[in-house]
């Protein structure tokens, strides 16, 4: 997991201050979450799959398909 979302900061060319921005971190809190030394918590990563537009099973690494699950509608 923490290897792929390396691999997209990488690939979009970003750093890691810009994700850190715009998640409401610190740079030092996104760097762990690279190097897996902070478990990432869900409302993160929703975050960097909506970022990314991915799915948050691409960015635990349980699938390699990177396209999101279509959105359902929610009857109220």
Known sequence: MYSRIRDLREDGDLTQKELAV???CSQVCYSHYELGK???PSDVLISLSRFYGT???Y???LTDQR???P???RSR
Do not use: E, F, H, W
Request: no cysteine.
């Open 38 to 40: 902070r478990d990432i």
């Open 59 to 61: 960015l635990l690494g």
């Open 71 to 73: 959105r359902s509608r």
């Open 22 to 24: 715009y998640l409401n």
């Open 67 to 69: 396209a999101p699950y």
């Open 55 to 57: 799915s948050v099973d």
